[in-house]
Every structure is written in structure tokens, then in C-alpha cells.
Nanobody
Framework: QVQLVESGGGLVQAGGSLRLSCTASGSIFSINDMAWYRQAPGKQRDLVASITSGGWSNYADSVKDRFTISRDNAKKTVHLQMDSLKPEDTAVYYC??????????????WGQGTQVTVSS
């Protein structure tokens, strides 16, 4: 049983900042890739940023140089620092993690999502 719990979403004006956090808990041996996805109404769910267990990161072109993904392996937490927010960043943001359980089986988990709304 693994849970991903997100926090930090909310309403912010264009140009502002938010910091999202996601913490994994449960029967976890290790976590491989962690990522943030987002989905706006009527749109597909797209990758925003990802980070490996070793700290290598990847970003969508639309957020590169504005967002920063980081992780704390000891706390089993991934963060997304979002700066210079734009109205087009408005979406539900979902935490994503590839988790290896104590039986050494790998499974993908999703958080419940947290709403980010950027007003103009």
C-alpha cells in the first residue's frame, strides 16, 4: 500500500510563485523516477518535469527555466518550485512515482492531484 500526497496548490496571480510538494508513504523499498504531470480541462495529461533517483532532471519546454524539480530521498518527497507563473500553467498537477516495494516489485503510483490556478 503506497500513497502519494500532494500539497501546495492554490490561486496565484500571473508572475507569482508556488511550491508543490509530494510525499510518498507505505511499503517502499526505493523510488526510481518521480515526476509532475498536469492536466487542464479538456486537455491531455502532460509531463511537466521528472527527476531520477540520482537527481537528473528533465523539463517540458513550456516550463524550462521557470520551474525547478527537486527531491529528498530520505523524506521520499519531490518538490516543484514554480516561478513566473502564467495563466496557461493553470491545471491540476499530479505527482507520479515509480516505486519499488519491499518485494522488489515496481509499480507506478499517482497522487490525487492539486489545483493550480493562475489569474491574469
Amino acid at each position: 500500500q503506497v500513497q502519494l500526497v500532494e500539497s501546495g496548490g492554490g490561486l496565484v496571480q500571473a508572475g507569482g510563485s508556488l511550491r508543490l510538494s509530494c510525499t510518498a508513504s507505505g511499503s517502499i523499498f526505493s523510488i526510481n523516477d518521480m515526476a509532475w504531470y498536469r492536466q487542464a480541462p479538456g486537455k491531455q495529461r502532460d509531463l511537466v518535469a521528472s527527476i531520477t533517483s540520482g537527481g537528473w532532471s528533465n523539463y517540458a519546454d513550456s516550463v524550462k527555466d521557470r520551474f525547478t524539480i527537486s527531491r529528498d530521498n530520505a523524506k521520499k518527497t519531490v518538490h516543484l518550485q514554480m516561478d513566473s507563473l502564467k495563466p496557461e500553467d493553470t491545471a491540476v498537477y499530479y505527482c507520479h512515482a515509480s516505486v519499488v516495494n519491499t518485494a522488489r516489485s515496481q509499480t507506478i503510483y499517482w497522487g490525487q492531484g492539486t489545483q493550480v490556478t493562475v489569474s491574469s
